[in-house]
T-cell receptor, first 114, second 113 residues
Framework: NAGVTQTPKFRVLKTGQSMTLLCAQD?????MYWYRQDPGMGLRLIHY???????AKGEVPDGYNVSRLKKQNFLLGLESAAPSQTSVYFC?????????????FGEGSRLTVL | DAKTTQPPSMDCAEGRAANLPCNHS???????VYWYRQIHSQGPQYIIH???NNETNEMASLIITEDRKSSTLILPHATLRDTAVYYC??????????????FGQGTELSVKP
């Protein structure tokens, strides 16, 4: 049982390039989330999804787009990468009907924008 | 969601209990207290949560004061592997709005031999 898998784990981009981070979960979770974490800081929510075909903005959505075409996948896109988007990105998922609040996190994707 | 305040860092001797405090003086009646931890460079891991009663599981105990304005996470016998950043999070459980959590700075716990 893989849980939450993020790809790629590492990526270096040049300013202005685009890329997509993929998050896949095999737990049949309804909810999925993208967070970013900068050095010395806690996690900040970028976007989240409460079900297939739906997405919503979090705390820091600017410069990012997301899509949830399939229940098990949540994609985070950077259309024109900027150095300020250098960060570690974490994907998470959770149940809908279980209200324990337990989020299951992936191992992170480390993105550097030069 | 209510804001939380945690000390930025704490030390604990291996084998002793680690008591991590959290202040949430503006907590509302329908808000729960959650604890997560993040071991270096890994994704955060759920530890425990509670509303107003004390809670215990295989990882830790959560003690919430009667007025619910503060809480303490207790790791009964800390090991070196418990060295991590611990996040105290307060949020309401609202149906169909996702379990999204707002993370603060957390407490960096160092367990020393």
């Amino acid at each position: 049982n893989a849980g939450v898998t993020q790809t790629p784990k590492f990526r270096v981009l040049k300013t202005g390039q685009s890329m997509t981070l993929l998050c896949a979960q095999d737990m049949n979770h309804e909810y999925m989330y993208w967070y970013r974490q900068d050095p010395g800081m806690g996690l900040r929510l970028i976007h989240y999804s409460v079900g297939e075909g739906t997405t919503a903005k979090g705390e820091v959505p600017d410069g990012y787009n997301v899509s949830r075409l399939k229940k098990q996948n949540f994609l985070l896109g950077l259309e024109s990468a900027a150095p300020s988007q250098t960060s570690v990105y974490f994907c998470a998922s959770s149940y809908q009907t279980d209200y324990t609040g337990e989020l299951f996190f992936g191992e992170g994707s480390r993105l550097t924008v030069l | 969601d209510a804001k939380t305040t945690q000390p930025p860092s704490m030390d604990c001797a291996e084998g002793r209990a680690a008591n991590l405090p959290c202040n949430h003086s503006t907590i509302s009646g329908n808000e729960y207290v959650y604890w997560y931890r993040q071991i270096h460079s890994q994704g955060p891991q759920y530890i425990i949560h509670g509303l107003k009663n004390n809670e215990t599981n295989e990882m830790a105990s959560l003690i919430i004061t009667e007025d619910r304005k503060s809480s303490t996470l207790i790791l009964p016998h800390a090991t070196l592997r418990d060295t991590a950043v611990y996040y105290c999070i307060v949020r309401a459980r609202v149906y169909n709005q996702g379990g999204k959590l707002i993370f603060g700075q957390g407490t960096e716990l160092s367990v020393k031999p």
